[in-house]
């Protein structure tokens, strides 16, 4: 069985990280990674935590490129890939530019297309923009549904998908989870933490943010920003911010916060120093989609500055809460489980409804079934 993977950002890579390697292992599979690097930079990190080595690098990441562009690019560069290796399956994870441009080229080739984390949905086409059009185009054209939860495959079940095409797998983020939450802490964390004071007994508490998503760009950011800037006046906490590189976040993000006491802002970081900072986070906010599923492995509570999420799951065990980007709905949630700890305790305790670490193993397995 021949299988390609395609994938072009960091959170692709993460969740295509458990199939790609474990695929690499299975006897009677020819198994290729081809990347579109939709993210550069972001991927590469990605590509060498992991230990993958793409058999074809698309490299289409260009500054400023619109949608349409990067999409233009994909399907040129991505269709002789598939003429040359004439797979049996394309994989591809999520709801990004590339999935849904992948989606259509295995389809016009008549290639069978498995969808890696599908049936997610807000039921509105503008929020996340574009994702929430990408996944429905990809579920339109995918032969396997891998779904991460029952939530996603009853979603898919009400759009006409036959049962006997879905999956239900867990998110494969948490199978990459448990690889990298195991690898020794990078120093640079450490010193960190250290500098901060947090993470010791009685020391300053943690709150973690990430907050980039497109739909956030202009006034939302900016209520976002100005939320932390009141946050950050308390004495008893310490806010990390790893800024994304896009202008949109950058210019709101060092002009409102740059100067704010008890803000500490950073470049984008690593997945591996990432996943051992949320490990010491008290608090975390952030309209990040995987974030969602990783904290709650940790016992963090979530607040998801987003007026809809696709992964309600999280909503419903008590891991996460949606708090919008109004500056004072952020602002008194946040001060909420800051100030009352047994608010705090029941969100940290809440289980993680996302996955017991063996969602690829599913994934392959299906696939060797469907032969």
Sequence with gaps: MKILSVFGTRPEAIKMAPIVRLLKQTAGVEARVCVTAQHRQMLDQALELFGIKPDTDLDLMRDGQSLAQLSAGIFTRLDPVLDEFKPDWVLAVGDTTTVVTTSLLAFYRRIKFGHVEAGLRTHDKWHPFPEEINRRIATVTADLHFAPTEWSQGNLLREGVSRDRIHVTGNTVIDALNFVSKQNEPREIQELLEKLAVGKSG???????????????????EQICHALQQLASRDDVEIVYPVHLNPNVQEPVNRILK?????????????????HLMKHASLILTDSGGIQEEAPAFGIPVLVMRETTERPEGV???TLKLVGTETSRIVDEA??????????A??????????DGHAAERIVEALLKSA
């Design 259 to 275: 100067e704010a006491p008890h803000v500490t802002l950073l470049p984008p970081l690593d997945y591996l120093p990432l996943v």
């Design 335 to 344: 001060t909420r489980l800051l100030d009352d700890p047994a608010e705090h």
């Design 203 to 221: 020391a300053k508490r943690l709150i973690l943010v990430t907050a980039h998503r497109r739909e956030n760009f202009g006034a939302p950011m």
């Design 316 to 318: 419903d065990a008590g």
């Design 346 to 355: 029941k969100m940290a305790k809440a289980a993680n409804p996302y996955g």
